[in-house]
């Protein structure tokens, strides 16, 4: 036998293949597309498989960027309409012009997929578009849209494959009348009526956008709460606002029960809390129920992987890592909050370890932001969750009325809360609904990272006159009850 194949023999037999890559990531969203970078940063030859033709994934294509471009056009508009003449501005023959404010929306995404294309060939990561599915534990089968497939092989696989809108068995979703959120993003008229089945996050940004454009929104919400998991005051606050500043209507505690469409309008059968029948009519519908961990198509069963019965997440240990050695999985596709910015920090948490490393992540810390005007965002503990631990707490609140920049922007909604230990003065969470809370959370995650106490807040110089004066002030509240504009 010649010297070569007797060499390659060996190496067979040893089980020693050459894998194509170190890492193979499949899905190119905010959890797939950042572990990519970070891979080839810790000098990992990294490869990333997306079925569309677009990276980035849910959040950039249909997702966290095109909601929020919506909902930046929306508010102007509203502004316009409802606060300008207020601050002294006239305006003549306001309008909105819908395929514009969509076809300014999908700029913004078409630049910022384009960016994840340039940072993967500036990272040197290779790309391939097709749909995945694991041959066997270190192969990867690509099948292309035109039939075609190839296979690649990897030491390590991350399985980022992300989520779907949950499709209610008893309310088909026709795409035209009854839609997901995905469609509302590309509604080209103001619809004069709109149902949004689900108060969380997505059905009241959504809700938000048409309803600032002037469209009648009804919010159908099984729990007698909207945003359930967040801080009950928050959500308390929120309808009270968005009913007063939007007329949306809110119908809790209805249970949805069908839906059927006739031409261009569909009706919405729900029961209430009585058990009694309720018939809503309105041009669109949209099920925002939630949303299911994505694996068709992975081929897992060719692994011996099996997703959980219960949202079909796919299990994993502290490492991320599946039953599978070397196959991770991060972002929607496994337990915990369904945040972009959870995927990503999951994203480097397995570059890290797959290189070595000995990541941590903080899930208590992840923080929980809607979009809303106001915006409403929450780190930490919930009061209802201390409640439930039977730890002792101590709860500041600054309402935003009190706030000289809120009142300057006429921004007067909303509070500040901060909980914080009653023994060791500790924060433990921060909940706040007010102007920028998605960006004033920063403050408390940081200061919960490095276990700061309220005092330690309440002590720190905050610029005047700004909307982060109101945090100082629900920690100096929390702290021996010493807010000085209240
Ligand atoms: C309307 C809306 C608004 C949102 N707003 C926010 C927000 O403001 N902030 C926030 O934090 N989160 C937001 N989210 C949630 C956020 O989009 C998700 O949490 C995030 O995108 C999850 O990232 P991921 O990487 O796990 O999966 P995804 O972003 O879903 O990406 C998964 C990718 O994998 C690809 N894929 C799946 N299977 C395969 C396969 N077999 N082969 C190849 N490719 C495959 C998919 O095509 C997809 O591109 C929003 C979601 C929606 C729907």
């Not at 198509?297 to 692994?303: A, F, K, P, T």
């Not at 019965?309 to 369904?338: Q, S």
């Not at 700061?452 to 004066?469: G, L, M, N, W």
Request: with cysteine; charged share 20%; glycine share 10%.
């Amino acid at each position: 036998m010649p010297y070569f194949y007797w060499g390659l023999l060996t190496l067979l037999n040893k089980n020693f293949i050459i894998m194509q890559y170190d890492v193979i990531i499949i899905g190119s969203g905010p959890g797939g597309y950042v572990s990519a970078i970070r891979c080839a940063q810790l000098g990992l030859k990294t490869a990333v498989i997306e079925k569309y033709k677009t990276f980035g994934g849910t959040c950039l294509n249909v997702g966290c960027i095109p909601s929020k471009a919506l909902l930046d056009s929306s508010e102007h508009y509203h502004n316009a309409a409802h606060t300008f003449t207020t601050h002294g501005i006239g305006l003549k023959d306001l309008s909105v012009d819908m395929p514009q404010m969509i076809a300014r929306k999908d700029d913004v995404v078409a630049q910022n997929t384009a960016g994840i294309t340039y940072l993967f060939k500036k990272n040197k990561i290779d790309s391939f578009e097709g749909l995945g599915s694991f041959v066997d534990k270190n192969t990867i089968k690509i099948t292309k849209t035109d039939g075609t497939s190839e296979n690649i092989t990897g030491k390590n696989i991350v399985i980022a494959s992300g989520s779907k809108p949950t499709a209610l068995p008893f309310l088909p979703i026709d795409k035209k009348r009854i839609i997901t959120s995905t469609e509302a993003l590309n509604i080209k008229e103001v619809p004069k009526t709109m149902i949004v089945i689900g108060g969380g996050v997505i059905g009241l940004e959504l809700g938000s956008v048409y309803a600032r454009l002037g469209t009648k929104v009804s919010v159908v919400e099984y729990l007698p709460s909207i945003i359930a998991t967040m801080d009950a005051g928050l959500g308390k606050e929120l309808q009270r606002v968005l009913k007063k500043s939007l007329g949306m209507e809110f119908f809790m505690g209805h249970k949805v029960t069908g839906a059927t469409t006739k031409g261009k309008k569909v009706t919405v059968s729900a029961l209430n809390a009585k058990g009694e029948e309720v018939n809503l009519e309105a041009d669109y519908c949209i099920v925002a129920v939630g949303r299911t961990a994505y694996t068709a198509g992975l081929g897992l069963e060719n692994i011996g992987i099996k997703t959980e019965e219960r949202g079909n997440k796919i299990p994993v240990n502290a490492h991320l890592e599946t039953a599978v050695p070397g196959v991770y999985a991060i972002g929607d596709v496994i337990t915990g909050a369904m945040l972009a910015h959870k995927a990503e920090d999951e994203g480097v948490f397995v570059a890290e370890t797959i290189a070595g490393q000995k990541p941590h992540i903080n899930y208590n810390l992840i923080p929980g932001v809607v979009y809303t005007w106001p915006e409403v965002a929450s780190v930490g503990y919930t009061e209802e969750q201390l409640k439930e631990k039977g730890v002792k707490y101590k709860a500041g609140s600054f309402p935003f009325k009190a706030s000289g920049r809120a009142k300057a922007s006429m921004d007067t909604d909303g509070f500040v809360k901060v909980l914080a230990d009653e023994a060791t003065d500790e924060i433990l969470g921060v909940h706040m609904i007010g102007p920028r809370a998605a960006d004033m959370i920063a403050e408390a995650v940081v200061a919960m990272e490095f276990r700061a106490s309220a005092e330690d807040i309440a002590r720190i110089c905050h610029a005047h006159p700004t909307y982060t004066e109101a945090i100082k002030e629900a920690a100096m509240a929390a702290t021996a009850n010493r807010a000085i504009h209240i």
